[in-house]
């Protein structure tokens, strides 16, 4: 009976041991914590809202997000994520225009522009949400509408637009704000409701991938122009300074600080976006752009999960008994 509870005990230590070797030799070739994270996709849920001013309240809609300004009767700004996948939607726009029940305090409504001049221009384009039904038509509220010069809402605040597609095509994703300035007035006003007539709009345009982070901004007066986009471009920084909005306030204090205070026109695909109906048709939706991270073998990357959890959860474990004796340690002298 002896004999074989030795036998017994020495099978165990020897199980032990390989236990003990094998968890060494994974705890050495696995990433570190530190590697591991940095190596994992980055998101920033929320990373489009500019910082809300007290009082405001975001209005969420399919594919877009806004704050309504009640004095104004529009939108302070719009923002939204525009990926790859989405501009190549392939729902017709309704032209369904209408007012905006979410806003509790009423918002335009088409009598307001009707016989105006003014076009009912939409400040997140019905372009960017023809991914959806929903999202198509939640982009036909009064409340995403602006008083627009028509040839400025047809020439080159619409080529501005196409490029912003282009921009997400190439480079996977890109996160945009876009609004009137509602801070030179005073303005004068169209319909009932007496909506603002802005003299220039902003549009910011984020590609948000770490330390490979870029931004542009424009400001474009309400009219009808011939110039090159390049000659209304600028920082975000300088954007945010006129319009009086902050802009991407959830970056890291300096990537924020590094990519909205400069910017790079010859960075970025200025080309319009262009796709046949066919071509959206047949279109294969892309891989997610934020996966960074090198393809693995599904095991060695639960292995890699798992074991960066166990030294994390070692690392947490350490630290705070190490705290705690020095903590004592300094309570005895």
Do not use: C
């Not at 490979?212 to 209304?232: M, R």
């Amino acid at each position: 009976m002896k004999k074989r509870s030795g036998k017994l005990l020495k099978r165990i230590g020897i199980l032990v041991a390989i236990l003990v070797v094998a968890y060494g030799v994974l705890w050495i070739i696995t990433p570190s914590v530190e590697e591991y994270d940095r190596g994992a996709p980055t998101v920033i849920v929320g990373l489009e809202f500019p910082l809300l001013e007290e009082g405001e309240e975001l209005i969420l809609h399919t594919g877009f997000s806004l704050v309504y300004s009640e004095e104004h009767e529009q939108p302070r700004w719009v923002a939204y994520e525009l990926t790859r996948d989405e501009v190549y939607g392939v729902y017709e726009r309704a032209d369904n225009f209408r007012a905006d029940p979410s806003i509790k305090s009423g918002s335009a409504t088409l009598a307001d522009y009707r016989g105006s001049g003014y076009d009912r221009g939409h400040l997140a384009p019905a372009g960017d949400l023809s991914w959806s039904e929903e999202s198509l038509s939640d982009s036909f509220y009064m409340s995403n509408m602006s008083p627009q010069d028509p040839s400025f809402n047809r020439g080159i605040w619409a080529k501005l637009e196409a490029v912003v597609r282009n921009m997400a095509a190439t480079e996977g994703a890109v996160y945009v704000v876009t609004g009137p300035i509602l801070t030179d007035g005073p303005y004068d006003s169209i319909g009932k409701n007496e909506v603002s007539i802005p003299n220039d709009f902003f549009k910011v345009v984020l590609d948000y991938r770490d330390e490979e982070s870029k931004a542009i901004g424009f400001i474009l007066p309400n009219k009808g122009s011939k110039e090159d986009l390049s000659t209304f471009a600028t920082s975000v920084s300088r954007v945010g300074e006129v319009s009086e909005i902050e802009f991407f306030p959830l970056l890291d204090a300096q990537l924020r600080s590094a990519v909205l205070e400069n910017y790079s026109y010859e960075e970025w695909e200025m080309e319009e976006f262009k796709a046949t109906k066919e071509e959206r048709l047949n279109y294969t939706p892309d891989q997610p752009f934020e996966v960074s991270k090198p393809q693995q073998h599904p095991i060695k990357e639960t292995i890699d999960r798992i074991m960066v959890e166990i030294k994390r959860s070692t690392i947490e474990l350490v630290e705070s008994l190490w705290f705690a004796v020095t903590k004592k340690v300094a309570l005895n002298f």
